[in-house]
């Protein structure tokens, strides 16, 4: 490390300070790296500061544990070194979000009782500039029906389609073909089937899934779990601003009424005699878009909160909007997942109040640190 040089994080890769540890997010290369708290406060305070002044302000008692921070950084890449007559011209990475339309993605559920126009209600789809379609069957609709709904996606301005089906053995071979007959098409998945199988497709572009352990269900949503974390800049600059799952998202399920989430109850009229424009322009449809994960209780304090999408179908406390997702398995305060040694679930860190939402106890998450991880230092 040379005295008179500032070291910087590059650009795109952003810390996230959570209540343990934090990480460094790499918007770039779609990776994160976990680093110590106190790394945070040395990264702020050397922003635009040489390498000298950081080092006196920490201490020079510190100075080797500081160049052992930076020699990790520098080895992974995230770090670059420039003249303080440089630190004007490297910007910080904007954080704004925006999106030009009213909805971004959508779910379109069907199955043998559904009596509204499939068809009709993807060009309204269209008609608002959604970019991300999804159409979930939960019964055989057949595979020429399916490849009538994916010629007319085909004609308009989605940009990509997924398909999700239950597993029938009389339609295993018909999958793959679709993907020839629409490039839109970046993912088909089966659910149920008799075995665990992932076929990339167009050079790993898209992809086939048969599910073994995994049914397609109406609420299935939720789950949070390190395989649908996103580590990129679009996800995490809108989870600084909006919620990630609920953002923008318009659904209509089998029977053709319009949701927000096709898992949580509340309806804004249906497609046959509702606009998609009426109905998101409702009182209350809009109003989970801005509960971004900085404000939920818990999701505020772990160092994932802007790769993790965010459930409000399922939370821990119906009456309290702010709740945490009940099905997160994931205890920031220990940094460990269920099932894995020495885990308790959040409650045993604090305290739920329908007032202030979770407290946690500071003290008592001490404790479990020093006691959880001292005893994996002595395994």
Sequence with gaps: ????????????????????????????????????????KVLDYGYNRPWKDVVRHFGEENREALESYYDYLNRNELIFELDC??????????????FPSLCSNAILDWNENS????VAA?????????CHLQLRFFSDIGIEKVKELLSVCQELDFNTIQLAFRFDASAEQDYEPLFDMCWKLAKVEVFSAPYD?????????????FYHSKSLEVKQCGCV??????????????AQHHNTCLNRKICIDANGDIRNCPAMKKTYGNIRDTTLKEAIEKPGFKECWTISKDQIDVCKDCEFRYMCTDCRAFIKD?????SQPAKCTYNPYICLWEGQDGYVPVEECGTYNRETGFVPDKEKIAELNRRVWEEAAND
């Design 122 to 130: 993807i060009q309204r789809l269209s008609e608002i500039n959604c």
């Design 318 to 322: 119906p009456a309290n909007p702010y």
């Design 225 to 238: 779990s390190k395989d649908y974390f996103v580590t990129e800049t679009n996800h995490f600059t809108e």
């Design 115 to 118: 009596a509204y126009n499939m």
């Design 197 to 209: 199988r992932i076929v990339p497709k167009m050079g790993n572009l898209c992809l086939l899934a």
């Design 85 to 98: 007559h440089e630190r004007g011209l490297f910007p910080k990475f904007s954080l704004d979000w925006d």
């Design 1 to 40: 490390m040379q005295d008179d040089k500032i070291y910087r994080l590059f650009s795109p890769c952003i810390a996230v300070r959570g209540w343990r540890r934090s990480l460094i997010a790499d918007l770039n290369r779609h990776q994160s790296f976990y680093i110590p708290n106190d790394l945070v």
